[in-house]
């Protein structure tokens, strides 16, 4: 079940909630864990059987993203595994 995937840790911060998404999570179980339950909105596919990773990665086009931008612009941070096994966490300004 990777429901219980979505849920992950919420930050707040203001106004802006950061929301930590682990592999598998499907863009219909975000919805139902996180934004429903948390009475949060944010950028995410119009297709519930979407996966939010490949969403994030492919640019991610969604309902909000006129006024908030595609998925991508919206990452924090991102733990990347490379080809070599080398696991990164890599955010904004690293090279």
Not at 47 to 68: C, N, P
Request: charged share 20%; proline share 1%; glycine share 16%.
């Amino acid at each position: 079940n990777s429901t219980s995937r979505s849920s992950g840790t919420t930050t707040h911060t203001g106004i802006q909630t950061t929301v930590v998404i682990e592999p598998g999570v499907r863009v219909e179980e975000f919805f139902l864990q996180v934004l429903d339950q948390k009475g949060h909105a944010g950028v995410v596919a119009d297709a519930a059987r979407v996966g939010m990773g490949g969403f994030i990665m492919g640019g991610g086009y969604g309902l909000l993203s006129r006024k908030y931008g595609l998925g991508i612009d919206n990452v924090v941070r991102l733990r990347v595994v490379l080809t070599s096994g080398i696991v990164l966490d890599v955010q904004q300004g690293d090279d």
